[in-house]
C-alpha cells in the first residue's frame, strides 16, 4: 500500500490542507511512486522564539526575564501588599472594638 492509495484519501486530504505541510509527489520512470512530507519552518522558527528566546530570540530585542526571578519578585510584593491590608484590617477591628466597649460602657 502506498502513501498515494485511495484508501488513505479522507486522511490526506486533511493532512494536506493543513497550510503547515505540502506533500509534493516524487517521480521515477514517469510514474508517480510516492509523496514527500515538507514541512514549513515557520511554525518552528515561532515555537523556538516562544520556548528559548535567550537562544533562538531577536538579538535587537532584550530577552525576557527568566520565570523564577520575576515569579519571586512578583510574590515578594503581593506578601508586602497583603501584610499592608492586614494591618489595616486589624487597626479597623481595633477601632470598632473601642467604638463598642464605648457604647457599653454608657
Known sequence: MTRNSP?????????AS???RTTPPVWRNGQEV?????FDNRLLQFLLKAHRPDLYGDCGKAAAPSLPFDLV???ADAEARLAEQEKKADAGKKAAAKGKAATHAK
Open 7 to 15: 484508501s488513505a484519501g479522507p486522511r490526506r486530504s486533511i493532512s
Open 34 to 38: 510516492g509523496s514527500v512530507r515538507q
Open 73 to 75: 519578585k512578583r510574590m
Open 18 to 20: 493543513s497550510g503547515c
